[in-house]
């Protein structure tokens, strides 16, 4: 069982409580109607899908119910950090 | 020559127990009971600070503590588990939110020796940390639960109305 560390409850929880949310720090635009077909595509459909660290939303929906970040490695599951939402990722990565 | 079982009882047939169902878990005794009436609030808010004076009680500051009945849940969320009829004020033109949730849920007390190890049975949290003062929402199986400690071996389980019959009969089982 993997422990993720929420950075609201300030514990290690099972993971079991917790739900994925999608790529993280993905701001929608402030003026939709603005944007090409093309920037509306990449907004909606386009993610990253890298081999290593991962930034990814996960929402601790039976604890406290929030929404929060975390960098994942996605080859070994291994959860390097989780920090709250609005905070930039703290290791400096991209993807 | 082929036997065939009887079919298992169906969801509609199952219903909370009205006794305390009294058993044993690995040879130490555990007593699963229907908890008494509770008045239940829930309790949302930005500014935990306008809660609380609107209410004109205080209000745990940590993610997961107890006081005087009411558990913070997450940051802007806290349920209040009181006795029965005990009502709060009506608030209006202020933004918070504070709704009499009573009917919403039923509550369990498991209790005994054993009663770490039967909630253990379906519930991944390390229930040895927690300790009475604290409460928190987790799950047992897949069925949302909260978990308040009254004592080190006893517990009060808080569940919504249309899971409780499952619950039930799932402590029941662990604890034959």
Not at chain 2, 106 to 127: K, M
Request: aromatic share 8%; with cysteine; net charge negative.
């Amino acid at each position: 069982m993997i422990l993720i560390h929420c950075p609201y409850c300030e514990q290690d929880r099972p993971e079991i409580e917790f739900t994925y949310g999608g790529q993280a720090h993905i701001a929608r635009p402030h003026d939709p109607a603005a944007l090409t077909d093309r920037e509306w595509e990449t907004y909606l459909y386009i993610r990253a899908n890298p081999r290593g660290l991962h930034a990814e939303r996960w929402r601790h929906i039976h604890g406290c119910a929030r929404f929060f970040n975390a960098v994942r490695d996605t080859v070994t599951d291994r959860f390097t950090v989780t920090y709250k939402t609005g905070e930039a990722r703290p290791d400096g990565g991209v993807a | 020559m082929l036997e065939i079982a009887p079919l298992a009882k169906s969801g509609a047939d199952l219903a909370v127990g009205t006794k305390p169902h009294i058993g044993a878990i690995i040879g130490r005794p555990v007593t699963l009971s229907p908890a008494a009436p509770h008045s239940r609030w829930s309790l949302r808010a930005r500014d935990p600070a306008l809660l609380g004076s609107a209410l004109g009680r205080a209000l745990p500051d940590r993610i997961g503590t107890v006081l005087d009945g009411i558990a913070r849940l997450g940051p802007d969320e806290w349920y209040a588990l009181l006795e029965a009829g005990t009502a709060l004020p009506v608030l209006t033109g202020l933004p918070v939110s504070v709704v009499d949730v009573s009917a919403r849920a039923l509550g369990f007390t498991v209790s005994g020796e054993g009663a770490r190890l039967a909630l253990e049975r379906g519930c991944p949290l390390d229930l040895a940390r927690l300790a009475p003062g604290s409460a928190t929402r987790t799950v047992f199986e897949t069925v949302e639960i909260q978990v308040w400690p009254t004592a080190p071996d006893a517990f009060h389980i808080e569940v919504w109305r249309s899971f409780a019959p499952w619950l039930w009969h799932a402590l029941a089982e662990a604890i034959v």
